[in-house]
Structure formats: C-alpha cells, structure tokens
C-alpha cells in the first residue's frame, strides 16, 4: 500500500475546505477452495486494493474510492466527487460528527501459523479429508460443498483529526453446505466456522469431525425423529440458536442508523426508538454484549473504520437496554460519543454502523440442570430456515438437530419444529441463562450496494418459558 | 501491447491452456436520501481484470488490479505456484472454441448516465411521492457505466458496454405505513422516476393502520417487485451449478411440469433493454434468448461449454467466470391486468414487496419469505384493509404450480436483497400458507 496516496488525498481535500476528512487505504489477500461432491469446482486468489475516501463538506457526507495510484486520477474523483456533494447539499440534512479523541496506534493479529505458509496443497487436503469423513459414515449425502478460505485485511486510516491507525487481521472462514437423503426424506445443513486468526484456528477445528458429527446427526433426526409437539411448550436452545436470535432480533434493531430510519429503504428500521434506553425489554438474567475486542472472534477489531476506540458494549443489562450501536453521526445526534461500531467490508464501501461479536452473556446453569426443569419442551441446537421482519419485531426459526424433553430428560429426535415468535416475547420469556459458550461466525448483509461484514454470534444456551407451538 | 493480450501471451509462453480474461472498468455516482434529503453522496471508479485459467486439467480463478508489466510478471510467477499444487479437476471440460460471429446486436446505452442532472430526477420522484400523500421518503438513486472486454485463449476478443439507472424508494406515512417501489434501466428514456415516486407513495398512503394478519390458505397478487424475488430464485434454481449444489428445487425435473401452464420464464440477454443484456456470455458463446421454463414445463438448465459438454448437451451461452448465470429474466406476460386480477380472488392477500427469503430446503423448495411495506386482505375482488405482522411459509414448487394468472404490465425491477434483476408483471397464485407468530 501506497501510504503517499491516502496522505495526499486527505491534503487535496482540506485545501477545498471540508470541515473533516478520512481517508482509508486497504488492500485485502484471499485464497478459496471449494470442494463440491468431491472435486474441487474452485481455487481462487485474489488481492485487491484501493482509498477510500468520505468527508463532510457544507454539512453533506462525501465518499468515495478508487484503486488506482495514480495522483492525478484521485484528484479528478475528488473534484468531480466535491461538485456532486455540493449540489446535494442545497437539499442536505446537516450532518455532525461526535467529537472523539484522536490516536495514533498500530495493531495486529500475531498468526502462530502463517497463512502464507500453507501451501494450496496443505489447505486442499484439509478439504478432500473433510469431504472422507462425510463418504465414511456411509449415508446417501448427494450434495456436498465445502469451501475453506483465508483473508488478510491490512487498513490504514487518517483523518483530518489526526488519528493514524494501522492494522492487519487474518481471516479464516469454513462453510459448508450438506444434503443428506434418508428414509424417503431429506435435510440441508449449512453453517459457518470462522475466526480472526492464523492457519491455527483451522488445525484446532477438526474439519473431518465437524463434516461427521453434522452428517450423523442428521440422519438420526430423519432416521428416528418425529412429528414436534403441539401447544405451550418450554424451549432450551443451544449457542447457535442463542446466537441467531440475539443477531437478528437484539443486535440489528440496537444498530442506532436503523433507529434514526437511515438504513430504511434498505436493511430497514427498528421497532425501538432513541427514548428507549433505560427501558426494560427481557427477562433479569438476560444480559447481551457485542464486543469487538474479543480475540479470534470474526468480528474482531480495536479501532473502528471511523478511528474511534473500540470498546465492548451491554446492549441490554439485566432486561434493560443500556445502549445502541452507534458511529459518530448518530452519537452525535444523541448527544453522545460513538461507541466504535462503524465498519465498512472494503475500501471502496462507506463505513456504517455493523455488529461485531454479539453474545449472550453467560448465566449459572448447566445445560442439564436447565433441561431437568422442563416437564414438557424442546431442545433446539442448531437451525435451517429463519428470517424476520425490516422492523426486527417477529422472527422464526426452524430447529434441525431437535429433541423432545418429558419430565426432564431427552427423549426422541423431532423433525423441524418451528419457532415464530415476537422478540418481546422471546426476551421476556427466558427465565435461565447456561455457563457455556460457543462463537459462530456469519457474514452479516447491510448498505446499498451492499456490504457483508464478519461477525461473530452466539454466547451462552438458555431457557425459554412457554412458548406456543401450533 | 494491449494489457490483456499482454496477459495472454505471458501466459501462453509459461503453458497456461485455457485462458479467459475479463476486464471491467466501472463509474459511478449515488445518492443517498433518507426523510425526503440527501444525507450522502458516493462517487466511485474502478479497473479490475479477472481471469479464469487452466493448465494440465487444473482450474484457477484470480483478479488483477494493478496493470503494470512488473506487476503482472509478479503474478504469474505467484499463478504458476499455485496452480501446479492444485488437483485436476475432472469435471472440466474446456471453454467455448471461438472465432464467433455474434449477433448484429448492441444494447440500449446511456452515453452521458453520468451527466444528468441527478438531483433534478431525485427531487421529481419525492415530489411525487409527497403528492400522493406520503410524509417521508428513503433509499438511493444510482447511476453507472462500464466497460466489458473479454479475451480467450480460442479466439474471442469482444467488448460491451454498459449503463444502467437505479432508483429505489421507500415512502413513508407513518412507521407502519409504507411502500416501496424501484426501476432499474439502461436508458433515460426507461427511467420513470414519477412512476416509483407515486407507486410508493401511493401504497403508503393505502397501508395506514393495519391489523395483525390471520394466518391461514389465501390467494395472493404479487406485485412485480415481490415477484422478482422469487423469480431469481427461480432462475438461480436453473443454474446446472445449483443443481449439482444441493441449491435448486428444479433439480431431476427437466422436461417435467414444474409450474402451472400459465407460467413462463425467460432468459434473454438479448434484450437490448436489459439491465444485463449482452452478445456474448464470459467465455465468449454467442447468447441467445431461451425459455427456461415454457408453459410450466422446465425446458433446459443454464450450462457453460464445460457443463454442457458434461451432460451431452449445448451451452445456453450463460457462462459466468465460475457458474452458469442468467442474464435477464423474464416472466413472460400474460393478458389480464392487473386490477383485474383481484376480482378473480375471494379470500387473498396483495402482496408489494418481500424479503428475507430463506430456504428450510432448496431441494424440496420449503420456504418461507416477509412481506415488506404495504400488504392488504383481499375479500370478493376488493382490499379491505392493510395488513401486518404476517410470513409467507410455503413451497416454491407449490407455488409456482399455483399460478393462476399473470398479469399484462411488466417492469424491470430489483429487490434490496436479492439485488438479481428481473423483468416481471405481476402474479396471481392461489393457495398459498400465511402464518403468524404463535407467541
């Protein structure tokens, strides 16, 4: 990276006269491989690289990018960028931005295992024995697709402020996508491991008895499940579904640009508003955290796309909101500081407000003594289907590897049962929290064009008190 | 030398077999506007090469952005590492053997899209919408240009251009009234920023206080933006890639009746109209227009050279640089308009927008989607009031076996989700499962 570039675009731009500007040069390295039903279909490698730019100029947010170096060229989109932004600012909404301090900081994630030092052949072969353990269990799996890549995401970022940060992460990310046929009938699978990590990460995964485990459980469920029951019911959910449920249904809705109805025609709105902070929405033992400085979570990173500190938040505390997700406009508008929640997945995409590790924190109780308590209930570890509504207020998932519970212990696998449910209702029903904890990582869609960020989610299994099934 | 056969010729010299490579240079502008402003303008420019090469059987996808000769000789020492580590791929089968004579075709292209007076077009399209009674407005107008030249190892050496226009609008009453509506074109003259003004304001208008839905079997009109979901869906499910991926309810179905006979779909990327229109697909093959699926019978999956030649067929001329893709889909017209579908319906459910579509499984078709903004209850031919808080839980095969009507009124438009274009009227399918939250 050309360091001169993001420097001389950030002087050409305080020449104009904007009041702030922030200019950010990265570049990003990605391997991919994808095994489908046993051949490879894929291999790639790719690298690009390019500045990005956003400024406010008569109180109208500017951005843009480019990957060329040449200087003449950064200059012309400038001019051409500050004409369009000047024009529009006849018709603006006056934009400001949290005052915030400035740093000057370098970081990165030490690889204890270089992922350049894997060779294709090595990272293949981790694919091809995945693809082994899946054939050896014997069950009729017609689809296949397994793919393992790796990302190197190297930033650097100034603003007009004075805040310099440099880093680098490493990404390794596997998912899959599994068909299995059993008894006349048939279930899909797909799932994301992902971490912020060196090659490490992926030796400590165990592809080949993640691929077993996924493909034995399945056919068990369609092997010897039933019909799930009817009526009002108690729901014990794995970290997976914990997981899904506080990213759809907490996480989005807390993110403050969707609050302030900026992301409406897009990603859409929140059922919240800004007057709710302090106002009680779950359960006393729920408690959720999206924190972006937990090491090796795909969500990682210590300073956000805007250069403020990242810093873990309680999006709600004991049942209470506590705060939103936010940059440094909508901190702004609330006459606060950004919490450092601003990400952008490239160079040439606008940061705006995005997840980062969002979890359920941890309770007291095993997962057993959780389930001893249910006289009549389901456990639900993982999912297929779900979705949910622009404005994060009914959701629904469809449970995979599910079992019936009868006077506190496990009984029979049951086949998609379904869960449709308004997120009041979902957090004011949990009555306990587990003391596990698992991170899943996902690639969380937002923007026009759109940008898929990583994330982690996940935290801890839980209780659900009462739900209807129909 | 010209950077790509640059490219190709360093290639060739170091015994890389199949070569394609593909180069796009883009512009283009936006405007963001949330509650009837603009909050933010984007301008943008990118170069980029792609490559799809082959050398011993060994396949390899890879993408160039700095386009000096060092930097190109860097990347082919790193190329040639990496691929003599990777397998044969024995599901290869070579590209498209060219010279091809390409039809006399060239697709509407907006030379000055990056020109116009863009704020002018934005602000008659909230001025429209605010004249139909909508308060607030949100979402992006967009506009761009590229250029695409492809080049091969077997004699292909093209070059398209393209233009495309974008506006997408949410109007608002109040936050549980809305509607949405987009046009995506390639031309100005295409580009009726009125009708996305008023179409969303006036469903906004129309969805003022609704009821929670009921949940149960109803008939459902799917204005063309929601049924350009589920049509992609079903043009993606008709890729050979998706078929052998465990990814399309088409799979096993060729020849067969997988839709009502009233339900065509189209892909013709000879559609000079079309957002994506083109003469030649990423490998070169000469495109032609084809029925994917004709009068509810599923005619041919979408194959590049290679997977043709696998399955002892033809290519469709729908080559991506990985997958076979569609180009432009269309849902084929029908005769009835639209108002007069609903006094075909009893009991039913208008249905303007969706998202959120998810698969419980791709090969059955199990799915559920959300209606989005405006959705009213249809009772004897006439809306009764607007809806809320209500899921689409169903099939695609059921649903596209259901189909009962198409409507005569087609537009070219885009989801925020699927973000895959589609040119679709709108659609009448009776029988469809409605839920709700249990709790």
């Known amino acids: 990276m050309d360091k001169s570039l993001a420097d001389f675009a950030l002087r050409h731009l305080e020449k104009k006269g904007v009041s702030y500007v922030e200019a950010k040069l990265e570049s990003q390295e990605v391997n991919e491989f994808l095994l489908k039903n046993s051949i490879l279909e894929s291999s790639s490698f790719s690298s690009n690289s390019g500045l990005g730019i956003r400024y406010l100029f008569n109180g109208t947010l500017g951005f843009l990018s480019t990957n060329s170096s040449e200087k003449e060229k950064i200059k012309r989109l400038i001019n051409k960028s500050l004409i369009l932004t000047n024009k529009a600012s006849k018709y603006k909404e006056d934009i400001t931005l949290s005052k915030e301090r400035s740093y000057k900081r370098s970081y990165k994630i030490k690889q204890k295992i270089k992922l350049a030092d894997i060779s294709p052949e090595e990272k293949l072969k981790d694919l091809v024995d995945a693809d082994k353990a899946i054939l050896d269990t014997k069950v009729n799996t017609p689809g296949r697709y397994i793919a393992l890549s790796d990302k190197i995401s190297k930033k650097y970022f100034i603003n007009s402020e004075g805040t310099v940060i440099n880093s680098e992460i490493p990404y390794v990310d596997l998912h899959y996508f599994l068909t299995v046929n059993e008894n006349g009938k048939s279930s899909q699978r797909y799932w994301e491991h992902g971490e912020t990590s060196g090659w490490e990460a992926v030796n400590g995964w165990d592809i080949p008895s993640i691929m077993k485990d996924e493909i034995l459980t399945i056919k068990n469920n369609l092997e010897k499940g039933k019909k799930p029951p009817k009526g009002i019911l108690d729901v014990v959910i794995g970290p997976q579904i914990s997981?899904?449920?506080?990213?759809?249904?907490?996480?989005?809705?807390?993110?403050?640009?969707?609050?302030?109805?900026?992301?409406?025609?897009?990603?859409?709105?929140?059922?919240?508003?800004?007057?709710?902070?302090?106002?009680?929405?779950?359960?006393?033992?729920?408690?959720?955290?999206?924190?972006?400085?937990?090491?090796s979570g795909f969500g990682f990173y210590l300073y956000d796309d805007e250069g403020v500190k990242a810093r873990k938040k309680y999006l709600i505390k004991n049942g209470v909101i506590t705060e939103f997700l936010h940059n440094r406009e909508t901190a702004s508008r609330m006459g606060i500081k950004s919490n450092g929640s601003s990400r952008a997945n490239n160079y040439d995409k606008e940061p705006i407000i995005r997840m980062s590790n969002t979890l359920l924190e941890k309770g007291d109780y095993s997962e057993e003594e959780m389930i001893k308590d249910v006289k009549s209930g389901i456990l639900m570890k993982n999912f297929t289907?779900?979705?949910?509504?622009d404005k994060r207020f009914q959701q629904k998932y469809v449970g995979l590897d599910c079992y019936l519970i009868k006077n506190g212990e496990i009984k029979h696998p049951i086949i998609k049962p379904i869960l449709e449910i308004t997120t009041p209702y979902l957090w004011n029903?949990?009555?306990?929290?587990?003391?596990?904890?698992?991170?899943?990582?996902?690639?969380?869609?937002?923007?026009?064009?759109?940008?898929?960020?990583?994330?982690?989610?996940?935290?801890?299994?839980?209780?659900?008190?009462?739900?209807?099934?129909? | 030398?010209?950077?790509?056969?640059?490219?190709?010729?360093?290639?060739?010299?170091?015994?890389?077999e199949d070569i394609v490579i593909v180069k796009t240079g883009s512009e283009s502008k936006q405007l963001k506007f949330s509650k009837n402003k603009i909050i933010k303008t984007e301008t943008g420019s990118s170069d980029d090469i792609s490559l799809f090469i082959t050398k011993n059987k060994r396949v390899l996808y890879t993408n160039l952005k700095e386009f000096s000769k060092q930097s190109i000789d860097i990347f082919?020492?790193?190329?040639?590492?990496?691929?003599?580590?990777?397998?044969?791929?024995?599901?290869?089968?070579?590209?498209?053997?060219?010279?091809?004579?390409?039809?006399?075709?060239?697709?509407?292209?907006?030379?000055?899209?990056?020109?116009?007076?863009?704020?002018?077009?934005?602000q008659k399209s909230i001025n429209s919408s605010l004249n139909e009674g909508a308060k607030?407005?949100?979402?992006?107008?967009?506009?761009?240009?590229?250029?695409?030249?492809?080049?091969?190892?077997?004699?292909?050496?093209?070059?398209?251009?393209?233009?495309?226009?974008?506006?997408?609008?949410?109007?608002?009453?109040?936050?549980?009234?809305?509607?949405?509506?987009?046009?995506?074109?390639?031309?100005?003259?295409?580009?009726?920023?009125?009708?996305?003004?008023?179409?969303?304001?006036?469903?906004?208008?129309?969805?003022?206080?609704?009821?929670?839905?009921?949940?149960?079997?109803?008939?459902?009109?799917?204005?063309?933006?929601?049924?350009?979901?589920?049509?992609?869906?079903?043009?993606?499910?008709?890729?050979?890639?998706?078929?052998?991926?465990?990814?399309?309810?088409?799979a096993d179905k060729l020849k067969k009746q997988v839709a009502s006979k009233k339900f065509s779909l189209i892909d013709d990327p000879l559609y000079k109209d079309g957002i994506q229109a083109t003469k030649f697909d990423l490998e070169g093959a000469p495109t032609r227009k084809k029925y994917i699926i004709e009068d509810g019978i599923l005619n041919t999956y979408l194959h590049n050279t290679s997977t043709a030649?696998?399955?002892?067929?033809?290519?469709?001329?729908?080559?991506?640089?990985?997958?076979?893709?569609?180009w432009n889909l269309i849902v084929k017209p029908g005769k009835i308009n639209h108002e007069h579908m609903f006094s075909h319906i009893k009991k039913g459910v208008y249905i303007t927008n969706l998202w959120y579509t998810r698969f419980t499984n791709h090969f059955t078709g199990d799915f559920s989607t959300m209606p989005r903004d405006g959705a009213f209850l249809i009772e004897n031919g006439e809306i009764k009031y607007p809806i809320k808080n209500i899921r689409i839980s169903d099939n695609m095969l059921n649903i596209m076996k259901n189909i009962k009507e198409v409507s005569n009124n087609s537009i070219q438009t885009k989801s925020w989700e699927s973000q895959e274009p589609a040119i679709t009227p709108s659609v009448l399918v009776s029988n469809i499962n409605i839920t709700k939250p249990a709790s």
């Open chain 1, 243 to 295: 997981g899904i449920m506080v990213h759809e249904s907490v996480g989005h809705p807390y993110e403050a640009d969707r609050i302030f109805g900026r992301e409406a025609a897009q990603a859409g709105e929140s059922f919240l508003s800004e007057d709710m902070v302090g106002k009680k929405v779950g359960s006393e033992v729920l408690t959720i955290i999206d924190d972006p400085t937990l090491k």
């Open chain 1, 385 to 389: 289907e779900w979705n949910i509504d």
């Open chain 1, 429 to 470: 029903s949990i009555d306990a929290v587990g003391k596990n904890f698992e991170g899943h990582s996902a690639h969380c869609g937002k923007g026009e064009p759109m940008q898929d960020i990583p994330v982690w989610h996940g935290g801890a299994s839980a209780r659900l008190k009462n739900i209807r099934f129909i």
């Open chain 2, 1 to 16: 030398m010209e950077i790509k056969n640059y490219i190709k010729n360093e290639l060739k010299k170091k015994g890389f």
């Open chain 2, 76 to 122: 082919i020492k790193k190329t040639l590492k990496f691929i003599k580590n990777l397998p044969e791929n024995n599901n290869y089968y070579g590209i498209a053997e060219g010279p091809f004579k390409y039809k006399q075709f060239r697709s509407s292209y907006e030379k000055k899209v990056l020109d116009l007076d863009d704020i002018d077009l934005l």
């Open chain 2, 136 to 250: 607030r407005t949100d979402g992006v107008y967009e506009v761009s240009r590229a250029k695409i030249e492809l080049l091969t190892s077997n004699k292909v050496d093209v070059e398209e251009f393209s233009s495309s226009l974008y506006l997408s609008m949410r109007s608002f009453v109040n936050k549980e009234s809305s509607g949405h509506s987009n046009i995506i074109s390639r031309t100005l003259k295409n580009f009726d920023v009125d009708y996305v003004g008023k179409n969303s304001g006036r469903i906004a208008k129309l969805s003022i206080n609704p009821k929670d839905g009921k949940k149960g079997k109803y008939d459902i009109i799917f204005d063309p933006l929601p049924f350009s979901c589920l049509a992609a869906e079903i043009g993606n499910s008709s890729s050979i890639f998706s078929v052998e991926s465990g990814l399309s309810f088409l």
């Open chain 2, 309 to 326: 030649k696998k399955y002892k067929t033809q290519t469709t001329g729908n080559a991506g640089l990985i997958a076979p893709q569609p």
